[in-house]
Nanobody, 122 residues
Framework: QVQLLESGGGLVQTGGSLRLSCTASGGTFSRYVGWFRQAPGKEREFVGSIRWNGGTVVYADSVKGRFTISRNNAKNTVYLQMNSLKPDDTAVYYC????????????????WGQGTQVTVSS
């Protein structure tokens, strides 16, 4: 069974950058890998996704132009580069994977990582 492991979270000041990694073990990534986030007291939010084969990327409007998703097939890893971070970006960030059709709905993703905390101070 595929297991996903996120890393790279931490504390950063407003305007700073972080890069999150999501590595798959026990198998290769499914067709789509998504990044989601959940802030305290808020619902889980779609951040973006990448198609593992082909590399098509989709971003939520809230992060477009600031975040970049990429992949390294040889390392079985997907990255989320986050620039120009804002306090509103503070959340636990999760990567998830699914087969089949693309969706931004988190409940339709099959595999999930444990999450990594990102805190942006003002």
């Amino acid at each position: 069974q595929v297991q996903l492991l996120e890393s790279g979270g931490g504390l950063v000041q407003t305007g700073g950058s972080l890069r999150l990694s999501c590595t798959a073990s026990g198998g290769t990534f499914s067709r789509y890998v998504g990044w989601f986030r959940q802030a305290p007291g808020k619902e889980r939010e779609f951040v973006g996704s990448i198609r593992w084969n082909g590399g098509t990327v989709v971003y939520a409007d809230s992060v477009k132009g600031r975040f970049t998703i990429s992949r390294n097939n040889a390392k079985n890893t997907v990255y989320l580069q986050m620039n120009s971070l804002k306090p509103d970006d503070t959340a636990v960030y999760y990567c998830a994977a699914k087969d089949g059709l693309w969706t931004s709905v988190g409940n339709e993703y099959t595999y999930w990582g444990q999450g990594t905390q990102v805190t942006v101070s003002s």
